[in-house]
């Protein structure tokens, strides 16, 4: 069955000054797929989406959005989208249902506040304020919210940063039921192995190019089959071995 394009992006740059922070990327996002960007800080990951999401302008290139114009229709894209705030952006002072219900006002949608806390595991913390969360509660919150307007598309940029590994697969689980339930997901990631678990496609991504884009099985396979192996491992290659292979260094720290 032919895969529908969701989001469309041409020849995209952005442009700081002399500095070219994306230079010229090309590719199509899937509907209903998780898909990985991955790439060292600056590599240009976080502005490509912020692009997408309209949050910032770009230099040249065309980006369609479900047959939306980023140009021509702004606005259209942003009703269908969702976007994870930085856990910074919520009132301190407010529970769970509170802020839930401020969100509907703001999108103009009647959303039940504990179906959705439900859904995050989270219907115990109903009354609780944000900032009395633990980080994974956070996070899956803050997921949460970008649900609230219904969107066909979710953007969630380094979603498990700072957790704990069980804190980390429960919020991998709920990506997975966010896709099951028919919504298309683009994420970034510092952890190799997230991507191999969740993405269905990854694009690396480095000093504003796009270097490889394949299914993380696809990468590995074809990093194996070109000879690399990895010393005194029982599995030849990972996914972490084909983003330093291609791009040259480690994961760099800000």
Sequence with gaps: MEKKTIISV???????????A????????????????????????????????????????????????????????????????????YYPGLNLIDLIE????????????MELLEMVNLTEKA?????????????????????????????????TTGLDPQARRSLWELIKTIRKRGTTVIMTTHYMDEAEYLCDRVAVIDAGRIIALNSPDQMIDELVASGFERPKEVKKANLEDVFIHLTGHSLREE
Excluded: W
Aim: aromatic share 8%; hydrophobic share 35%; charged share 25%.
């Design 102 to 113: 401020l969100f509907c006002g703001l999108y103009n949608k009647n959303v039940n506040p």
């Design 22 to 89: 994306v230079k010229g990327i090309s590719f199509d996002v899937y509907e209903n797929e998780i898909f990985g960007m991955l790439g060292p800080n600056g590599a240009g990951k976080s502005t490509t989406l912020e692009i997408i999401e309209t949050l910032r302008e770009k230099t040249s290139g065309e980006v369609f959005v479900d047959c939306h114009n980023l140009d021509k229709e702004p606005g259209e894209i942003k009703k269908i989208i969702g976007v994870q705030l930085q856990t910074s952006g």
């Design 127 to 159: 009354k609780a304020q944000f900032k009395q969360l633990s980080g994974g509660q956070k996070q899956r919150f803050s997921v949460a919210t970008t649900l609230i307007n219904d969107p066909k598309i979710i953007f969630l940029d380094e979603p």
């Design 10 to 20: 041409r020849n995209l740059v952005k442009n700081y000054g002399s500095f070219q």
